[in-house]
């Protein structure tokens, strides 16, 4: 029987322990691509799930509810009207037009979608300021509320924001056919609003549409 050296056994076991260390570090890596990114205490920082429209939308009412007088600048006092909500169902969503004293709106829409920034246009800035102008007429046909409910199928919720509270009414829209009246006024000049907003976007999209288009160019015209 041949003679088997130390050296020979040392060997062995140094090539095993490196090829158990050498699948251990595999594991540890496979197991690393699989796992979320660390959180800043070093722990596997858990998978948000993606917003739904219907969250983001849920979490952009909330804030226009939370808005102060002095988030936008306003000096409001008591019940001075410095914000409204005005909701309507449409079809199979829910739309939400929020509108404040500085000439800022919003409008947004509960399956996803919408506009905000109007404050940047001053056709909408005009049109959400004559909105506000006209709440001071209907706040006294509301009642103060701590909740915000969206309104039922076929009816117009409005909101009325002031230092002092919150003030709302909930109606269906043949009531709001008279345009002399303070509800029948505000529901009007809400829909000016949102008509303002709606044009504005489609000047966008047309804008995009003929940024896109190639130019051709004749020798001795400017476009």
Request: net charge positive.
């Amino acid at each position: 029987m041949e003679h088997i050296h130390p050296w020979q056994v040392i060997a062995v076991i140094v090539l095993a322990a490196v090829y158990f260390y050498m699948r251990w570090k595999k594991k540890q890596a496979e197991k690393a691509e699989m796992a979320p990114p660390p959180g800043a205490n070093g722990r596997p920082r858990a998978v948000k799930p993606k917003e739904t429209a219907e969250e983001a939308y849920m979490k952009m009412r909330q804030r226009a509810f939370e808005t102060t007088p002095m988030n936008i600048g306003i000096a409001a006092q008591g019940t001075e009207p410095y914000g409204i909500v005005m909701e309507m169902g449409i079809q199979i969503s829910m739309m939400t037009l929020v509108c404040f004293a500085d000439g800022d709106a919003s409008v947004y829409y509960k399956n996803g979608g919408g506009m905000v920034g109007g404050i940047s246009h001053e056709s909408v800035r005009k049109a959400a300021k004559a909105f506000i102008a006209l709440a001071p007429n209907a706040v006294a046909k509301m009642i103060r509320t701590t909740t915000y409910p969206l309104p039922g199928p076929d009816r117009v919720r409005f909101y009325i924001l002031t230092p002092q509270a919150v003030f709302t009414t909930e109606t269906n829209r043949q009531a709001l056919t008279n345009p002399k009246s303070d509800l029948g006024a505000l529901f009007y000049a809400g829909q000016e609003v949102v008509a303002q907003m709606r044009q504005v976007q489609e000047q966008k999209q047309e804008e995009r549409k003929q940024d896109q288009k190639p130019r051709v160019e004749i020798p001795g015209y400017q476009q």
